[in-house]
């Protein structure tokens, strides 16, 4: 088997990132891959509603909400080592971009937890789920404590 050259990791902000941070750094650092990391800003809450209200794309929630993730994702690129080059800050679709961002970076390895903000309290979220199913590389889903 060949070793991994380039990981993603995919981090949304919640709890457990930094267990799934360290598992990709360490495997990064085992395969001397490129590590590189994907943070999406979700639209979905923007544009969607449950409830029957079709919301508007709220322009300066968005851009809050994106310039927080922006400290954030800079804050772990310098902890991890990784350069500012190799982070993504998308908006959109979790799942969709992480799968994106993957394909046409080549990475071979995607890194990310078991569940996060949307499947919490589920042994597999809707977003590992739909990167498991979907990624054209390999996927792994770090086991996260249920809580
Ligand atoms: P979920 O399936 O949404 O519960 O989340 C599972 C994992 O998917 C998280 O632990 C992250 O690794 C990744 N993930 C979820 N949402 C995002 C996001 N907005 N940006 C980047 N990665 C995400």
């Known amino acids: 088997m060949e070793n991994y ?7 949304d902000f919640f709890e457990n990132d930094a267990i799934v941070s360290s598992r990709a750094k360490d495997l990064a650092d085992r395969y001397q891959a490129a590590l590189s990391i ?3 800003v979700d639209s979905l809450p923007m544009t969607h509603s449950d409830y029957g209200l079709d919301l508007p794309f709220n322009l300066d929630l968005a851009a809050e909400l994106t310039a927080v993730a922006r400290v954030r994702l800079a804050k772990l690129a310098e902890q991890l080592q ?5 982070t993504w800050l998308e908006m959109g679709s979790p799942k969709q971009e992480i799968i994106r961002i993957a394909t046409e970076n080549e990475a071979d390895l995607i890194v990310m937890g078991s569940h996060g903000r949307h499947g919490f309290g589920l042994l597999l979220g809707s977003t590992a789920n739909a990167v498991l199913h979907h ?3 390999d996927v792994l889903a770090v086991r996260l404590p249920d809580d």
């Open 135 to 137: 990624a054209k590389c």
């Open 38 to 40: 994907i943070h999406v």
């Open 82 to 86: 990784v350069s500012e080059s190799k």
């Open 5 to 11: 050259k380039h990981i993603l990791l995919a981090v």
